[in-house]
């Protein structure tokens, strides 16, 4: 168990809808990472927070965003669903969000979008 | 562009064996090199982190190397377990834009 946990594990939803998925980091962790994983595909990293403030920016489409609240917990949100966006998600956290530290992954939200 | 390239793609060996796997990046500017486990389904979990200038690095039965003036990385796995069976992928961090760069994974299968 990394410390890092994910709701909702699993998510059916209809082609043009929202949804939110959550990520609580691990208690100490500053650092936020949203990754999305495609079948049989590698991991995609999508957007980084650090204490509340957007750090970096990878291939985010403009139908998702995401925050970071003051409690540290972040959420996606990802809006007008297409069939393509079936995927794993996944939170990471770290520490301070430096290049050397260790990412700690969540068990992952799986969307199935219909 | 900035890639990581692994191989196999895929590896099926006996249970007590050993194996390579390989990673070659394209990434610049390199600042560090991750090997992460990946059960089905489940989040990645970190093997190693090896800097510009660790060669080896060991983790219990997993050893990753890095040569990083051919851009290259390997993880040897000694003494397979079932539990091993995983796929297994090389990150590179680049600080160009602070992220990480992920391989598509080496899918292993151990068998008895």
């Known amino acids: 168990d990394s410390g890092v946990t994910q709701t909702p594990k699993h998510l059916i939803t209809a082609t043009g809808q929202r949804v939110t998925l959550r990520c609580s980091p691990r208690s100490g962790d500053l650092s936020v990472y949203w990754y999305q994983q495609s079948l049989d595909q590698g991991l995609q990293f999508l957007i980084q927070y650090y204490n509340g403030e957007e750090r970096a920016k990878g291939n985010i489409l403009e139908r998702f965003s995401a925050q970071q609240f003051p409690d540290l917990h972040s959420e996606l949100n990802l809006s007008s669903l297409e069939l393509g966006d079936s995927a794993l998600y996944f939170c990471?956290?770290?520490?301070?969000?430096?290049?050397?530290?260790?990412?700690?992954f969540g068990p992952g939200t799986r969307l199935l979008v219909l | 562009k900035n890639q990581v390239e692994q191989s196999p793609q895929s590896l099926i060996i006996l249970e007590g064996k050993n194996c390579t796997l390989q990673?070659?990046?394209?990434?610049?500017?390199?600042?560090?090199l991750r090997w992460y486990k990946q059960d089905t389904g489940r989040g990645p979990v970190s093997l190693t982190i090896?800097?510009?200038s660790e060669n080896t690095k060991s983790n219990g039965r997993y050893t990753a190397t890095l040569d990083a003036d051919t851009k290259q990385s390997s993880l040897h796995i000694t003494a397979s377990q079932l539990s091993d069976s995983a796929s297994y992928i090389c990150v590179v961090w680049t600080d160009s834009n602070y992220q990480l760069i992920w391989g598509a994974g080496t899918k292993l299968i151990i068998k008895p």
């Open positions: 090896m800097t510009f």
């Open positions: 990471a956290s770290s520490q301070a969000g430096g290049s050397q530290e260790t990412q700690y």
């Open positions: 990673c070659n990046y394209t990434v610049s500017p390199f600042s560090n």
